[in-house]
Each structure stands twice: as C-alpha cells, then as structure tokens.
C-alpha cells in the first residue's frame, strides 16, 4: 500500500528543459519534503514544507523551486535542468510526530 | 521495493543507557548508511560504512557492518534526551544506486 507517490520512476530531460517533479502523499501529514541523493554523498535536503503554501529551504537549494498548493502535492522544480543535477530525487512526508514515509524515488538524467 | 529493514520498530530508555538499533538488508551493497530524523525535520547523514568496512565510530556512536549476515548496527552511548528521534538505515546496490531505507527505528530517551 504506497503512500507516497512519485510520478515517475525514472526521467529524461534535456540540458535547459524546466522539469517537474511531483510527490503526492495520502496520510494527510503536514510536513513534506525533497531530497537528493547521490552514491557517497548520502541524502541531501533540497527543500521543506511545513504546511500549505509554506516552503524552506534545505542544505541545496540552488537552481530549485518547490510549489506546495495543496497539502497532498509537493512539487519540485527545476527551472533549468542541468547535467549536474543528474540525480536520484526522494520525497518524504512526516506528521508532526517523528514518523517518515519516503516514496521510491525519481533517477532524473540530464542530458 | 525496500531493502533495509530496522528493528526495533521502537525503543524506549532512560537518559545514560545505551541504545542499540539494527538494520538487515537483502542484496549485496556497496555502502549502508545511517540517518537521524528528529520530530517534524529532515534526515541528517549520521555515518557511512563502507562494506569493506567492519565497524565505525564517530562520537558516541558506532556502526557496526555485517555482511555475511547482511546486517547493521547503530549503537548510541551515553543516550540523551536529544537523541529522541527516528533512526534509519540506508544501503545502495552494486551499482552505487538506488539508495533505499528502512521504515526506521523510533528511539525516545527519556530524562
């Protein structure tokens, strides 16, 4: 029973493209949030969101956006794919207690 | 589909008692890592192990690696009330990819 859904598996973008990336969770949790992930730099928070229309940034949030418009959606969006931004892309939602859902994942290649 | 697996799905001690957590995995892997979630935050990276490597210690904690048993340990000594959050372990395939975690282990310290 997937909780957190992440519309694509995996993605190929051009160097340039504006990318979306959607997370849709269906626990109704308030915090929600994108990761990237790179083999031997571990996970790397890009952004947060504590509640409707509500974002912070995380460690890396450069060359990204989010949009959260409503509290099932967490986008993240990438306004001008880059090859460094080659990546495993994870979303996460928690409720206000310590527990954490994570979906599966997106492999965004660009190229 | 999730490779690491955490046990105990919950722990509860008092402040100065050590906490062991474990962490079993399926496949082969290149490197389990393990990541601190406090109530309502994004992950912070703990420790990486190599899987060429047999034990690990950074501060007053200390990964243990397995991998004939394909299993993990997190140790946390001299426990305190900071230390209340949720613990996850993370392991990536052959390949350096697919970062996958376990549903985690919640670690209350009590005062």
């Known amino acids: 029973d997937v909780k957190v859904t992440q519309s694509s598996r995996y993605l190929v973008k051009r160097t340039g493209e504006k990318v979306f990336l959607e997370c849709v969770q269906d626990m109704d949790h308030e915090n929600m949030f994108w990761y990237r992930q790179d083999p031997g730099l571990g996970l790397r928070l890009i952004y947060f969101s504590y509640d409707v229309k509500m974002k912070e940034k995380g460690d890396i949030p450069e060359g990204y956006s989010v949009s959260r418009e409503k509290k099932e959606r967490f986008s993240l969006i990438l306004e001008s794919a880059s090859t460094n931004q080659t990546s495993m892309y994870l979303c996460?939602?928690?409720?206000?207690?310590?527990?954490?859902?994570f979906g599966s994942g997106t492999r965004l290649t660009v190229v | 589909s999730q490779q690491g697996e955490e046990d105990p799905q919950a722990l509860s001690i008092q402040e100065g008692e050590n906490a062991t957590m474990n962490c079993s995995y399926k496949t082969s892997i290149n490197n389990l890592q393990w990541y601190r979630q406090n109530s309502g935050r994004g992950l912070v990276h703990l420790i990486l192990?190599?899987?060429?490597?047999r034990e690990k210690p950074s501060g007053r904690l200390r990964v243990t690696l397995d991998t004939s048993k394909k299993s993990s340990s997190l140790l946390i000594t001299a426990s305190r009330a900071a230390d209340t959050a949720s613990y996850f372990c993370?392991?990536?395939?052959?390949?350096?990819?697919?970062?996958?975690f376990g549903p985690g282990t919640r670690l209350s310290v009590l005062p």
């Open positions: 192990i190599r899987s060429n490597e």
């Open positions: 996460a939602s928690s409720p206000l207690g310590p527990e954490t859902t």
């Open positions: 993370a392991t990536d395939d052959n390949y350096g990819q697919n970062f996958v």
